[in-house]
Structure formats: C-alpha cells, structure tokens
C-alpha cells in the first residue's frame, strides 16, 4: 500500500514541478503581478537556477526517480532498492528544506508551487522512512 | 514482470508525456504576443500626473507602484521615451496603482502627492525610483521620505501629516480603481491611445510609440 501511496504522490509531485518548469519558460515580460507576486520574485530572484539549469527541472527528475524506483519495488521487494528510494527522498526533502530557507529568510516570498513540491516531498520522505524500516525488521 | 507493475509504467510514462508533452508545447506557443491590444479602453485623460500636451496624438498611460521593482525597472525606458517624444504630438500620464504586496507604495504615493500640490511630482518620483531599495526595506519609510522631501525644499511635518493621514488616498484609490476597470492585473501596464500593451520588454514600449506616432 505505501508504495502505491509513494508512487501517487511522486506523480502528483511530478505535475507541480512540470508545472513550475512552464512557469519558468514563459518569457513574460518583467511585471510584479497582482496575485502569484511570490512565485515571480523566487522565480526572478538568483537561486532559481542551479549550474544555468532551472530548478523545476530537478524536480522533476527527483519525482520520476522515486516513481521509477517505486514500480521496481512494487515488482520485487529489495532492501537495498528500497535503501537507494530513501536515499532519494533525503536528498529530495533535504534540497525543499533549503528552498524553503530561502524564501523564507532569503528572498522573502513564498511561491505556492514550490511549497506544494515541498509539502509532498517531506510526505514521500517519510513513508520512505516508514518503508525501510518495515523491511529492516 | 507483475500485472500492476506493467499498469504503473503505463501510468508513468502516460504522466511524462501528457505533462512535459504540455509544458514544451504550450510554454512555446504563448511566446508571441501582439504588441497592442486591438480593443480601445475609455481611460479618464483628465487624471493622473502628466507630461506633454493635452492635445497630443499619442497618449501613454503608465499605472505603477512606487515600490514595484519592475516600475523602477521600466522607468529608464520612459524616460527615453517622454525625452524623445519632447513635442505636442505626445503626451506621458502616471497613474498610482500600489499593489497590497508592496507595503509602501501607499505612503510613497501620498508622499509624492503631496509632492504635487508643492510643483515637486517628478522630482519626488524619480528621487523615489532611485531609491526605492533604500527604503523598501524599512519598517517604516516615513522618516526617510520626510528628509528626502526635505532635500527639494519641502515642510516636514506636511509630508508627515500627508502619509500617517493618508491625505490623497482618495485619489490613488480612484486610480485604482480606473486601474481595475481597465484590467490592470500587474504593475507596469501601459496604456497606449486606450489600448493595454502586451510588452515582452521594455524596449517594445519605444517601438510601440515610434508605430503610434507615424499613423
């Protein structure tokens, strides 16, 4: 069951992120907007982009590793697979905890899209703790 | 390989395709905007703070907010543009649309209000742009827009009165208002002879106008 769970939230994951990346790429012009203001500062502020790649990117790529790593799971349960998924969802969680420092003490606005990323990113995480553990024991 | 393990793929790679297939496509076809607007909005020319003549040809209407980066951004560009638009043909109207994220582009535009009714306007303003990162970061700017007055000769305690009293809050709440009627959903937005401009950047605005003029 909590592999279905994962493998829900990391598509649910997957369309916020896909569409933060759209977001990204509209080329509008420099405005501050009547609503989304926190999303168009984050996204015009300097940590937007890590090595010239937008974030969204990344994020994308974390949500479909977990999936991925999830059907294989779901095929054949492994310890050491369900070890490398939370591995994943550590570095996943760990990277939204940072954003999150940012936009909060950093660049001083919140962008919902990435909150929401974040909010099923700590969820992954910890049913990836709970997974673990159950097939440690 | 398991049955639900076939479905699961299925349901991925689907997922990948619909939504990344969405994001390119649709991220790329929005990139072209016209310029111009093909609808002509009624703005009230009889309002707001302007450069130029009356009876020019081509109106622009800029509503903005003090504190708004992209204002401050586009306000170099509007100086091109009034500075090479110097005749009767052209005229240049600031309008006050203080966005509720800015908290205090209210106080920054009853300061420059206050502004006006001294001659100051454009003094004020484009001493306010310069320094809008001075002073976004305040607590509370009045002190610091109270001695900027200061520096082109005006009372203290009159910008102090016009900004904890909110004396022309009226008037930016009217320009507010027109703002809205008109569908101002972001700060810049120009109006040009009543028609909102779409601008990718700011440089369009000069071409926009260069096009107006010839007609």
């Known amino acids: ?137 | 390989m398991k049955t639900e393990t076939k479905i699961l793929i299925g349901v991925l790679i689907s997922c990948l395709v619909l939504v990344l297939g969405a994001v390119f496509f649709l991220g790329r076809s929005e990139n072209g905007g016209n310029l111009g607007n093909t609808q002509t909005l009624n703005i009230d020319y009889s309002k707001g703070e302007k450069i130029g003549s009356d009876s020019a040809k081509v109106k622009l209407v800029e509503f903005s907010d003090l504190q708004c980066p992209a204002c401050k951004a586009a306000e170099p560009i509007v100086k091109q543009v009034v500075e090479k638009n110097k005749d009767n043909s052209f005229q240049f109207i600031y309008r006050h649309f203080p966005l509720t994220q800015h908290i205090h582009s209210r106080k920054a535009a009853n300061f420059v209000e206050y502004a006006q009714t001294q001659g100051k306007f454009w003094e004020v303003h484009d001493k306010l742009f310069e320094t809008q990162d001075s002073w976004s970061t305040l607590s509370d700017p009045s002190d610091y827009f109270v001695n900027l007055g200061a520096q082109f000769g005006l009372d203290k305690d009159k910008i102090k009165e016009a900004i904890s009293k909110g004396e022309f809050d009226q008037k930016i709440n009217d320009d507010l208002a027109e703002g809205n009627r008109v569908g101002v959903d972001a700060t810049p937005t120009f109006y040009m002879n009543g028609k909102k401009l779409n601008l990718q950047n700011f440089t369009d605005l000069k071409l926009a106008i260069a096009e107006e003029l010839k007609k």
């Not at chain 1, 294989?72 to 760990?94: N, P, T, Y």
């Not at chain 1, 919902?112 to 997974?131: A, D, K, N, P, Y």
């Open chain 1, 1 to 137: 069951m909590s592999n279905r769970i994962i493998f829900i939230l990391s598509l649910l994951g997957l369309i916020v992120t896909a569409f933060l990346a759209f977001e990204y790429i509209q080329t509008g012009p420099i405005v501050c907007p009547i609503t989304g203001a926190g999303c168009e500062l984050v996204r015009k502020s300097s940590y937007s982009k890590i090595l010239g790649i937008d974030l969204p990117y990344f994020g994308i790529l974390f949500y479909i590793a977990v999936a991925t790593i999830t059907i294989w799971l779901i095929q054949k349960s492994d310890k050491l697979v369900s070890g490398l998924r939370l591995l994943v969802s550590i570095i996943g969680f760990a990277f939204g905890v940072y954003l999150t420092f940012l936009e909060a003490f950093v660049i001083h606005a919140w962008c919902i899209w990435c909150l929401t990323s974040f909010i099923i990113s700590g969820f992954i995480f910890l049913i990836c703790i709970e997974e673990f553990r159950r097939k440690s024991i």
